[in-house]
């Protein structure tokens, strides 16, 4: 029974953290990118789309691991942007997902899959 009332105790005191750490995550806007589309394979990708801020977009590519490509300022024309990244083959993962990210001050990052690798 002690174990029983501990273990509930332990439950109810950490309750309003979670509730606190879920509401901060969720109540934080994310960078706005509309009709986000990739092509490409091997390290070789155009990614096109709408962009809505006042602010700077950044971008940066990763595989979970290592960053592929180093965080660079978005340009952006009429509202759209037209991406072309070119990543060295060898760093490619064998076994993983390259992943874009924009990112804006303040802002949740948005995540794009460019290519799953298996």
Same mark, same amino acid.
């Given at each position: 029974?002690?174990?029983?009332?501990?273990?509930?105790?332990?439950?109810?005191?950490?309750?309003?953290?979670?509730?606190?750490?879920?509401?901060?995550?969720?109540?934080?806007?994310?960078?706005?990118?509309? *009709? $986000?589309?990739?092509?490409?394979?091997?390290?070789?990708? $155009? $990614?096109?789309?709408?962009?809505?801020?006042?602010?700077?977009?950044?971008?940066?590519?990763? *595989?979970?691991?290592?960053?592929?490509?180093?965080?660079?300022?978005?340009?952006?024309?009429?509202?759209?942007?037209?991406?072309?990244?070119?990543?060295?083959?060898? *760093?490619?993962?064998?076994?993983?997902?390259?992943?874009?990210?924009?990112?804006?001050?303040?802002?949740?990052?948005?995540?794009? $899959?460019?290519?799953?690798?298996?």
């Amino acid at each position: 029974m002690k174990k029983i009332t501990a273990i509930i105790l332990c439950l109810f005191i950490s309750m309003p953290f979670l509730s606190i750490a879920a509401s901060a995550n969720s109540t934080k806007e994310q960078v706005k990118l509309q *009709d $986000v589309t990739v092509s490409g394979t091997n390290g070789n990708y $155009v $990614v096109k789309g709408k962009a809505t801020t006042a602010g700077t977009i950044f971008y940066s590519v990763e *595989d979970g691991h290592n960053e592929l490509l180093t965080k660079q300022k978005l340009q952006i024309n009429n509202n759209r942007f037209l991406l072309q990244i070119h990543l060295n083959k060898k *760093d490619l993962p064998t076994n993983g997902t390259v992943i874009l990210y924009f990112s804006e001050e303040g802002k949740e990052p948005y995540s794009v $899959v460019l290519e799953t690798f298996s």
